[in-house]
């Protein structure tokens, strides 16, 4: 009898250990207790960190999509302001080669003038004619100067300069350096530094 009362109290207690230590029964699961979270709430997590997530990027895509605006706006005015200052730039190129034409054809009128006086004169002696010619021709030079047009006429024994003068003959020039100027037989001009015409002129040959 003994024996048997034993044995129950072993099985009882038995039986009781085991139900402590159900992996089954999350009240008495040795992890549970410890606090590790359960699948629902892992999942609850992982769906509030995609969400976060999602929500970041979408803030990001709307901010880059803001600046691309900002930027497609900027390039947009860029490109007007070039155009206007473009227009602009070719209004004044083309006011600027019209009022050189004329401002070049007002300086010539008074050339015009007294070569229309002078042959108006009907009895005019050759020396009157002489003087009118003279006249003129300062008028002539005087406008081209201010129009920056510069007669090139080099004096004999300056140096030949390709640039400026075109050499027709090479001449024997006895007391003269050789490739230098001997005569000049046509003038040369420059426009604005530019060569308008090169001198036409005779080089000394080498001795």
Excluded: W
Excluded at 17 to 33: A, C, R, V
Excluded at 88 to 110: C, H, M, N, W, Y
Excluded at 165 to 185: D, K, W
Aim: net charge negative; charged share 20%.
């Amino acid at each position: 009898m003994a024996a048997y009362c034993s044995f129950s109290l072993f099985s009882g207690m038995a039986a009781g250990f085991l139900s402590m230590t159900d992996p089954k029964n999350p009240q008495q699961n040795p992890q549970t207790l410890q606090g590790e979270p359960s699948p629902e709430e892992l999942e609850a997590a992982q769906a509030a960190n995609d969400a976060d997530a999602l929500a970041a990027a979408q803030a990001e895509i709307a901010a880059l999509q803001a600046k691309n605006a900002d930027l497609a706006d900027q390039f947009l005015r860029a490109q007007a302001d070039v155009q206007n200052a473009r227009r602009r730039a070719d209004e004044e190129v083309s006011k600027g080669r019209k009022f050189a034409i004329e401002g070049f054809a007002e300086s010539l009128l008074p050339v015009l003038d007294s070569l229309e006086a002078g042959l108006a004169i009907q009895d005019a002696t050759a020396e009157h004619l002489r003087e009118g010619t003279e006249a003129t021709l300062r008028q002539l030079k005087s406008a081209l100067e201010r129009n920056k047009v510069i007669e090139i006429a080099p004096p004999a024994g300056s140096k030949f300069d390709p640039h400026l003068h075109q050499a027709i003959s090479v001449v024997p020039a006895p007391g003269q350096e050789p490739n230098t100027i001997a005569s000049v037989l046509q003038k040369g001009y420059t426009i604005a530094d530019r060569i308008l015409r090169p001198a036409l002129v005779t080089v000394s040959s080498p001795s």
